[in-house]
């Protein structure tokens, strides 16, 4: 279903487009009309399938811009997912002019205060921070029309209950409320019986992962190695069309100009570039005129692109239903893929979660050496040289190919056009890639359900214990000791060695 079928304004329409959408995602087709009409909405969709704009679209086409008071408010479970939320909306919401505000802890409430002050049109925020300031009064909660409870199975995980309940007390009665969540446990429900006036009810069903067409592989690597291993797989495999998923902006800017720097035909988008200079790297990209596409998941939303051949997550995405939609934009329409995941020691967690969700266990890639790469680099060169003596007039050239081989040595010509059509070995660009901030370790083990969740009961649980902290820094400083050394880690058995391949 197309966006402008959807009953939205101009205003709004125009932002989609500008942000590249065409067609609803299911979760927003079933979900925009329900909340349009005024009517409560419980939501079951994983993430990564689009809920933000499905319940931020609604809300920008209710508030009022003139009306400087707090009209919709928005409970997310992390602050990572509150700022992306507040990025997505300040977006969307650029042309009706849209306060959105974010609150989160462990940033300065004292700034908080200040910017709350002149109160937006919309707040997000996650719930221990949000009480905070419902505590100090620096809150106006009294001309809220609606309440968004976005990912509840995971607030209700980390222990949030008693403050969502809290919030919501604070809200006016007559309201509208949506609730989002991944699954549907009885505690979601109740909820719903208690604080919805007969919800509408949207199902989508998760998005299950062919993985017959895509080889899925994994390295580990320490994230400071990870950059150098890359490009060189990039030599080894030679991909066509290849996505690259970053997690942070700051990750893909720094990944794009790393690879431009090592002599590879790339790009990046991000939330922060303008949409002209966005829609020119996809359209590149779509056209076959850029080899490589660094991304995060939310710019890659929506993407609908043939003909890519590898998929690389520099990034193990935290949540597991993002790696279905990274791997997924290849191994389409019968052809091959290949996905190729980085992992650091301590994310090892994370890559069986993934693997349990996707049912197929990946295969161990043993990084290439320089000389692998070297061949990989040659192989490549070699098959574009045949390609240029097939499109080239080389009658026009005669005379002066006749005097070189008069100068030079007809091995040593040929040998000067391949290194002018190779890369330097990685390590002679070096490339410095900011380190981001560890995923957090996995407290809960026993959950099946691709979730991952950072732990189950109260926030002043043992997990936030003074002597659980102390152990977990004493870890810490003997993880990084053992990972600091310079040692080449030994080839295990069972990793896939690299084979060149040549085009046909």
């Not at 042309?95 to 707040?123: E, S, T």
């Not at 604080?195 to 580990?220: G, H, R, S």
């Not at 902290?469 to 053992?482: E, F, I, L, Y």
């Amino acid at each position: 279903m197309k966006f402008d079928e959807l009953g939205l304004s101009q205003d709004l329409l125009k932002a989609v487009k500008r942000s590249g959408f065409e067609e609803a995602t299911p979760i927003q087709a079933a979900t925009i009309p329900l909340v349009l009409e005024g009517k409560d909405v419980i939501g079951q969709a994983q993430t990564g399938t689009g809920k933000t704009a499905a319940f931020g679209l609604p809300i920008l086409e209710h508030v009022d811009p003139k009306e400087h008071a707090i009209q919709a408010i928005i409970i997310s479970p992390t602050r990572e997912l509150a700022i992306q939320t507040q990025e997505e909306l300040y977006r969307l919401g650029k042309d009706k002019r849209a306060k959105v505000q974010v609150v989160y802890g462990g940033a300065d409430i004292r700034r908080q205060i200040k910017l709350l002050k002149n109160p937006p049109q919309i707040l997000v925020g996650t719930p221990g921070r949000l009480l905070d300031h419902i505590n100090r009064k620096t809150v106006d909660l009294s001309h809220v029309k609606m309440l968004v409870l976005d990912e509840a199975d995971e607030m209700l995980d980390m222990g949030f209950l008693d403050d969502i309940e809290k919030i919501i007390s604070e809200v006016p009665k007559e309201r509208q409320t949506l609730l989002f969540s991944a699954t549907m446990p009885k505690e979601i429900l109740r909820i719903g019986e208690k604080f919805m006036t007969e919800p509408e009810v949207v199902k989508i069903k998760a998005k299950e992962l062919t993985t017959d067409l895509v080889d899925q592989y994994f390295v580990k690597a320490r994230d400071y190695e990870k950059f150098d291993i890359m490009t060189r797989i990039l030599d080894v495999q030679a991909p066509e069309l290849t996505i690259v998923f970053g997690r942070t902006k700051r990750r893909v800017d720094e990944l794009s100009k790393g690879l431009e720097a090592r002599g590879y035909n790339a790009a990046g988008i991000h939330g922060d570039l303008s949409q002209q200079r966005r829609m020119s790297i996809l359209k590149r990209f779509k056209e076959g005129k850029l080899d490589i596409l660094v991304a995060t998941d939310v710019a890659a939303r929506g993407l609908d692109i043939s003909g890519v051949t590898h998929v690389y997550n520099y990034d193990i995405p935290q949540d597991p239903e993002s790696y279905v939609h990274r791997i997924g934009r290849t191994g389409r329409a019968g052809r091959h893929g290949v996905s190729v995941t980085f992992v650091t020691p301590n994310e090892m967690d994370y890559l069986r979660v993934i693997e349990r969700l996707t049912k197929k266990r990946m295969d161990p890639l043993r990084p290439p050496t320089a000389q692998e790469a070297f061949v990989g680099q040659v192989s490549s060169a070699l098959d574009d040289i045949k390609e240029l003596v097939a499109k080239t007039d080389t009658d026009k050239y005669e005379e002066q190919a006749k005097e070189l081989l008069e100068q030079y040595d007809q091995v040593d010509l040929v040998a000067a056009l391949l290194n002018n059509m190779t890369k330097d070995d990685a390590s002679s660009v070096p490339v410095k890639i900011t380190p981001e901030r560890p995923l957090p370790r996995r407290k809960n083990r026993n959950n099946n359900n691709g979730k991952y969740k950072r732990y189950n009961g109260r926030r002043n649980n043992k997990f936030n214990s003074r002597e659980h902290n102390k152990k977990n820094q004493r870890d810490n400083g003997k993880r990084k000791r053992r990972f600091e050394t310079n040692e080449r880690p030994q080839k295990k058995t069972g990793e896939r060695s690299f084979t060149i391949r040549t085009k046909a």
